[in-house]
């Protein structure tokens, strides 16, 4: 077997710092607070204070031309007899304004909450906000979560969305 030469060890440690560097400055960020604006990111929701350190924590938003009482049913429905199972439950529930989900560890400690808030606008939309936040174990539950959360999230929120406005057009 040959042996790799140093510039190509050199080259390779410099394309796996590059894309370190993107990872962290672009696509964290954005995966991370996906259409989610800067006051949204700050607004305290339900369950923010169960984790006073959370691992990774992420807020997501997406406007939906529909009022809080039409997206309603299809975020309640996530958590109708699915939210009660494993230690998840479902720890705060206001009509047609939030939800918040709860996970707890075999010594009921929190583990993660994910919230959902409804933010009617003057204009017949509403910001659907959700905060996921998680004290995660090890580097591998951490890295998977930053890289990965996001393609669920934003499926999500989007299928929500396209119900939503479909449903009531």
Same mark, same amino acid.
């Given at each position: ?35 989610? &604006?800067?006051? %949204?990111?700050?607004?305290? *929701? ?6 006073? /350190?959370? #691992?990774?924590?992420? @807020? ?30 479902? &720890?705060?529930? %206001?009509?047609?304004?939030? *939800? ?6 075999? /010594?009921? #400690?929190?583990?993660? @909450? ?38 669920? *999230? ?16």
């Amino acid at each position: 077997m040959r042996k790799p030469r140093p510039r190509t060890i050199a080259a390779a440690i410099a394309l796996g710092a590059v894309g370190a560097v993107l990872v962290c400055v672009v696509y964290r960020p954005w995966a991370v607070n996906w259409g989610a &604006t800067d006051e %949204e990111i700050a607004r305290a *929701m339900p369950g923010d204070g169960l984790l006073s /350190d959370p #691992t990774f924590n992420a @807020t997501r938003a997406v406007t939906v031309n529909a009022s809080p009482a039409e997206i309603w049913p299809w975020i309640v429905q996530m958590g109708y007899k699915r939210a009660e199972h494993a230690f998840v439950r479902v &720890t705060g529930l %206001e009509p047609d304004s939030s *939800m918040l989900w709860e996970y707890q560890g075999d /010594d009921t #400690t929190t583990v993660f @909450t994910w919230a959902w808030g409804l933010f009617p606008r003057a204009d017949q939309q509403t910001r659907l906000v959700s905060r996921l936040r998680w004290q995660a174990p090890g580097l591998r539950s951490r890295l998977m979560l930053d890289l990965f959360e996001i393609v669920m *999230m934003r499926k999500c929120m989007l299928g929500i969305k396209r119900r939503a406005e479909t449903a009531n057009p």
